[in-house]
C-alpha cells in the first residue's frame, strides 16, 4: 500500500521519526534538554511531511503521539 507519492513527504516523515527515537534514547539517559531539541525537531519534519502532502497520515499520527508523550507545563 502506497501511503504517499511524495519524496519529500516521505523523507521529512523518515527524520522525524529518527529524531524522536532518538530523544526518547536520549529521556531514557537522563539527557532531557538534548531529548526536548529533538523532540522539537521532530515536530518539525512531521509538519513538513504534512506540508507536502496534506493527506499523507504517517506524520499526522506522529505528530499526535508527540503531542501525548511530552508533558506540558502549565
Known amino acids: ?5 511524495s ?4 523523507l ?3 527524520a522525524g521519526e529518527r529524531a524522536a527515537a532518538d530523544a526518547r534514547r536520549l529521556e531514557g539517559q537522563g539527557r532531557a534538554e538534548e531529548a ?7 515536530r518539525t519534519r ?4 504534512l506540508a507536502s502532502d496534506p493527506g499523507y497520515a504517517r ?10 508523550a511530552i508533558p506540558l507545563t502549565l
Not at 36 to 42: G, M, S, T, V, Y
Request: net charge positive.
Open 1 to 5: 500500500r502506497v501511503e504517499t507519492r
Open 7 to 10: 519524496v519529500e513527504a516521505s
Open 12 to 14: 521529512s516523515n523518515y
Open 36 to 42: 526536548k531539541r529533538l523532540f522539537a525537531e521532530a
Open 46 to 49: 512531521f509538519e513538513a511531511a
Open 59 to 68: 506524520p499526522r499520527d506522529n505528530l499526535a503521539r508527540l503531542a501525548l
